[in-house]
């Protein structure tokens, strides 16, 4: 521990319990369990305790059967689980609440049932319109909060969290926007307040005089939606009534989602301008804020503001479970990093899996079996060759040293982080040299010897007479005009030296201000987005074409795509989109897309045409070694060009595997 973060480890109590340190991980959805507490989720958090976290609130557990998300709450086959969960976490000295939770109209409940809300409104995800909650109904909604509050104390939960932020049902009795009842729930402040000041009185008086229970809130970020002054009206009076303990400030709704997650182009406390103005307005209880932390340093900052007394850090923890335990040893260089691409944790777009996942943590989910302090060391150590070092082969030597192998790496380029070190070329990816830099220091940290620009073939790699040869050699854009779309069909012109890939944008001198760029999207991830901001920032004119319903769909999963596109819509330079069409031609200063609804043809300006496309795997290495070598063995874009997340996986993987 440092002079830097000496706030961070000072304990809090919050009723009856005492937290460790200053340091949360506020609820998120796993979907580990799929609705129980599986032997993966209290892996999961077991693995957080023991890296030093010293508060976690679980996931959302569903208090009604009329919105189901994280986990069942209102059945008492929870209370063993629970029991369980607590067994091994609690002698590992991390504090465990559970948020209580319906998601009104926002989530719907299994088997095509309807949404039940606030009001008689749709839903901002589905689009369907719930089946507002009555009057005489109100009572058994407090009920079911209520039992689900007693459910947790049985199952030794030590504090209970009310939701009544983002959106969720709490939420919309509070927001004149999605409150237009009619009875003594709606209209005035006092009557839009009442339902969460009944289940607060109700959940308390079912926990018990000495559990914790406390309430997160924050603004939405629509016009006529919950604000900042209003939230803060409701906590102060929350508080008066001797309702809640603790008060968990966020912001942002499913109106806003980009709001409630920020990716790598939000800076770390993102969310104080907003939660900050609840938190300030607030005394007499602890205060939980939260928005894209990822160093205790950044925590430690927020507490000395004043405006907070514990800071939630979960993405930071989804990459490394050990952050605290890290830095209080002094070895904060350590910490794996977040790199905030929301790709894993969020979008789960990889086809990995659909639980919790994190692109630089592949043991996310499978601590028991993959958490570095299970690697152990092998009683055969190999001599490992490693050939590239992108992000499948620095992940593959980092494990491999773990393991007790020796390991020797050869890099082409002059820099380790191969594709990394051209996509951080484009604005706002600073996240991409967070985690190149942490393995270059690894590298250096675990004793890898690594070669750089060393271009080896087969007869150099034989000579080093390896045990297993990893081939990380990455992919190549591929450029033979043949289409996802038109795969039959080359593109006319596609020779033109006005054409180029997205690597050879970034790599080469940009092209002149004033100038026209078609840009054309064959993939829909960030990729795309990059090189449309990179040439906006050179006050080049972009029409993006591609054969997707929508420009970066698989960044809007990630909630990345709405800031995205304020910025490309604000920048000076002209942005416009041309989607579901496919490239037919290149000409000097123009290009011609196809509709793939009906074949019309529109021809753009174009002094450039930057194609973005799937890329072809350099695994020629791997086969000319086929046989020469006892195990030749393909990772990452070498194998399959996919995404960053499974090329560290495939590294990770195959590293294990080494007998």
């Known amino acids: 521990m440092t002079d830097t973060v000496r706030r961070v480890f000072e304990p809090i109590q919050i009723r009856g319990v005492q937290i460790p340190n200053r340091i949360v991980r506020t609820a998120h959805l796993t979907k580990l369990g799929m609705g129980v507490v599986s032997d993966d989720l209290i892996e999961y958090h077991a693995a957080r305790a023991r890296g030093g976290v010293g508060l976690s609130i679980l996931e959302a557990t569903a208090v009604h059967p009329s919105s189901v998300l994280g986990l069942i709450g209102y059945d008492d086959s929870v209370i063993p689980m629970y029991q369980q969960l607590m067994d091994t976490v609690r002698p590992l000295g991390m504090r465990v609440f559970q948020q209580l939770w319906h998601g009104g109209h926002v989530y719907p409940p299994p088997g095509g049932r309807p949404m039940r809300g606030a009001s008689a409104l749709p839903g901002p995800v589905v689009g369907l319109p719930a089946v507002p909650i009555g009057t005489e109904e109100i009572g058994d909604f407090v009920a079911a909060y209520a039992a689900a509050a007693r459910r947790s104390a049985e199952g030794g939960i030590d504090g209970l969290e009310v939701a009544a932020s983002h959106g969720y049902l709490m939420h919309q009795f509070l927001s004149p926007l999605t409150n237009n009842r009619e009875d003594r729930y709606g209209g005035s402040l006092d009557n839009r307040m009442r339902f969460l000041v009944e289940v607060l009185t109700a959940v308390r008086e079912a926990a018990g005089p000495d559990m914790p229970v406390g309430v997160r809130m924050g603004a939405g970020q629509i016009a006529g939606d919950l604000d900042e002054p209003t939230v803060a009206e409701v906590a102060r009076r929350l508080v008066g009534l001797g309702l809640i303990d603790f008060l968990n400030a966020s912001m942002g709704d499913y109106y806003a989602m980009h709001w409630m997650m920020g990716g790598m182009d939000r800076p770390a406390g993102y969310m104080l301008p907003s939660s900050g103005q609840v938190t300030r307005s607030v005394t007499g209880i602890p205060r939980i804020v939260t928005g894209r932390f990822r160093t205790l340093e950044e925590a430690e900052q927020a507490l000395r503001t004043g405006d907070c007394d514990l800071v939630s850090m979960v993405r930071a923890h989804i990459a490394d479970p050990d952050l605290v335990r890290k830095t209080r040893d002094g070895r904060a260089a350590e910490v794996r990093p977040c790199i905030g691409c929301n790709q894993g944790c969020i979008a789960r777009t990889s086809g990995v899996d659909l639980r919790l996942g994190c692109t630089v943590n592949p043991a996310i989910g499978r601590e028991k079996e993959y958490g570095d302090d299970v ?26 040293r773990l393991r007790g192998h020796t390991v020797v790496l050869y890099e082409g380029s002059d820099r380790l982080g191969g594709a990394l070190n051209v996509a951080r070329r484009a ?13 270059r220091a690894e590298m250096k940290r675990l004793g890898v010897e690594c070669h750089l620009s060393a271009l080896m073939d087969a007869d150099d790699i034989v000579a080093l007479d390896p045990d297993v040869v990893i081939v990380a050699t990455g992919a190549d854009p591929t450029m033979d005009g043949r289409l996802i779309a038109a795969p039959g069909q080359v593109v006319d012109g596609i020779d033109s030296p006005a054409v180029r890939s997205s690597v050879e944008l970034l790599t080469q001198p940009a092209p002149a201000a004033g100038s026209h760029a078609l840009l054309v999207d064959d993939v829909g991830q960030y990729e795309a987005v990059s090189a449309a901001e990179y040439l906006l920032e ?6 993006v074409a591609t054969r997707l319903p929508m420009f970066g769909p698989l960044v809007d999963a990630a909630m990345r795509m709405t800031p995205a596109l304020e910025r490309l819509n604000s920048a000076p330079a002209e942005f416009t989109t041309l989607t579901r069409v496919t490239l037919a031609s290149v000409r000097p200063g123009k290009a011609t897309v196809r509709s793939l609804a009906g074949g019309a ?3 753009v300006a174009a002094d450039l045409v930057v194609l973005v496309t799937y890329k072809a795997s350099r695994n020629g290495l791997a086969v000319t070694l086929a046989g020469r070598v006892p195990d030749v063995r393909l990772v990452g874009d070498a ?8 090329a560290i996986r495939d590294g990770n993987d195959a590293a294990r595997r080494i007998a």
């Open 639 to 646: 194998l399959a060009a996919r995404d960053l997340q499974v």
């Open 427 to 439: 604005p706002r990816t600073q996240g991409l040299d967070d985690i190149a830099d942490w393995y």
């Open 601 to 603: 043809e529109t021809t």
């Open 375 to 400: 690697i152990g060391t092998t009683a055969s150590p190999r001599r490992v060759v490693v050939i590239g070092g992108g992000p499948a082969g620095l992940e593959a030597a980092r494990v491999a």
């Open 538 to 543: 050179h006050g080049v004119h972009v029409t």
